[in-house]
């Protein structure tokens, strides 16, 4: 009888544990700026833009003003980005510093003061249905819940 070498068997995996990993590259990915540039995002996904002011003359200043004021907003180019972004800044670890020095927490209490006022006095069913810039164009409930 013919005797078939086998192969040693593979080497055991290493003994790192793969969530701490994870956690390691995230906080080196937060402290080199990554919170600064997610902070960022976040005010960019939700400020709306508004139309560019008219420039044709009109003889009745104060309507022309009126007017621009009750303009139309769009979501931003990046609103569709919001909600996973707030999924993520939820997930991601927690310090303090890093938090600070990108003021990533500022922009998140403005964020919630405007979702706030725009939801006063609507119960949480209109809130699923109610549509709006502000909430990067999707439901301003969904929002609220990031």
Not at 22 to 31: D, E, G, S
Not at 42 to 66: C, D
Not at 101 to 113: C, D, T, V
Not at 121 to 134: C, R, T
Request: charged share 20%.
């Amino acid at each position: 009888p013919e005797v078939i070498a086998t192969p040693p068997p593979p080497p055991p995996p290493p003994t790192v544990n793969l969530a701490k990993s994870k956690h390691t590259v995230m906080k080196t990915f937060l402290a080199v700026g990554g919170m600064k540039l997610l902070a960022r995002w976040l005010v960019e996904a939700y400020t709306v833009v508004q139309p560019p002011p008219s420039n044709q003359p009109n003889k009745r200043k104060s309507f022309t003003l009126k007017t621009e004021a009750a303009a139309v907003v769009s979501p931003s180019s990046t609103g569709a980005l919001l909600l996973p972004l707030l999924t993520l800044l939820k997930s991601i670890p927690f310090d303090k510093d890093i938090i600070v020095a990108s003021s990533i927490h500022k922009h998140i209490k403005r964020y919630k003061k405007a979702l706030d006022k725009l939801s006063k006095g609507m119960d949480a069913q209109s809130l699923n249905e109610v549509v709006h810039p502000i909430a990067g164009g999707g439901s301003v409930g969904k929002a609220m819940r990031g």
